[in-house]
């Protein structure tokens, strides 16, 4: 599976010139987490010391609008979602905010080590060179642009999860309710599939499962997390067979059960 940050003065993309608008970082109010925007003198060092010297041009676009974030406790982070936030003029109070949302939850090898610090970008977080090879390749603009534009942007840590399975910060977004969501959701639909293994035919299920599947996107997190595990089962029955969709509910329900609370 796969949860933010960065900001600077003058940029150019191809022929196109920007002016770059104030980047706004909020301090972390969560205990052992630190951020670092563009506006501190050594910012430009740090990001260096994460994804080295060779910075693709699509990549240092975003670094106006990007921050590190990096982790001081004596924990692993597990998951993070840093908020963005903007206003299109300049006395406005800043709203209509988003952000990304990051997990690593039983993967220990991919989680924010204790004294690690990341980069994060509104599409990305990055924790090495190798992070840096879709840039490389030309990919990475994205909303670039929405950026660009506003005439002020701001930028929090909002939560993160803890390798303990505990959640901290604003949640102002609700991840925790997404977090959760991302859990549960599909060994619910496993649950499901294997009991109605032993009661219901095979058509049965798979139009159990498409009645999940057109649920509509957005909205509550669990009933769209269901939607798409069901979405992912039925590709998974169509390209190999019932017994693979079995299989696949099983794996599902196999795995560790992350500890998620608050």
């Given at each position: 599976m796969a949860p933010t940050f960065v900001l600077v003065a003058a940029l150019t993309v191809g022929l196109t010139s920007y002016a770059q608008p104030p980047l706004?970082?909020?301090?972390?109010t969560?205990?052992?987490i630190s951020?670092?925007?563009?506006?501190?003198?050594?910012?430009?060092a740090i990001?260096?010391?994460?994804?080295?010297?060779?910075?693709?041009?699509?990549?240092?676009?975003?670094?106006?609008?990007?921050?590190?974030?990096?982790?001081?406790?004596?924990?692993?982070l597990a998951g993070i979602m840093v908020a963005w936030t903007a206003a299109r003029e300049a006395s406005a109070p800043l709203g209509h905010g988003g952000g990304l949302?990051?997990?690593?939850?039983?993967?220990?090898?991919?989680?924010?080590?204790?004294?690690?610090?990341?980069?994060a970008l509104p599409l990305?977080?990055?924790?090495?060179?190798?992070d840096l090879k879709p840039f490389a390749q030309g990919r990475g603009m994205g909303n670039l642009p929405n950026f660009q534009e506003m005439q002020r942007n701001g930028v929090s840590v909002d939560g993160v999860v803890f390798a303990s399975g505990q959640f901290v910060g604003a949640d102002a977004y609700q991840e925790y309710e997404e977090f959760q969501a991302e859990i549960n959701a599909p060994r619910s639909v496993a649950t499901a599939v294997l009991e109605k293994k032993t009661t219901s035919p095979i058509s049965d299920i798979v139009s159990w499962l498409q009645t999940l599947a057109a649920k509509p996107r957005g909205g509550d997190f669990t009933v769209a997390r269901i939607a798409s595990e069901a979405r992912l089962m039925l590709t998974?029955?169509?390209k190999k067979g019932e017994a693979a969709l079995y299989s696949m509910a099983q794996d599902i329900l196999q795995r560790p059960v992350f500890p998620l609370h608050r």
């Open positions: 706004i970082v909020q301090p972390s969560i205990a052992g951020i670092v925007g563009p506006e501190s003198p050594g910012f430009a990001v260096s010391q994460i994804v080295g010297t060779d910075q693709p041009g699509n990549f240092t676009a975003w670094l106006p609008y990007s921050v590190v974030v990096k982790n001081t406790s004596s924990q692993a949302r990051v997990q690593w939850f039983n993967q220990p090898a991919q989680q924010i080590q204790p004294g690690q610090s990341v980069v990305d977080v990055l924790m090495s060179a190798r998974v029955y169509s």
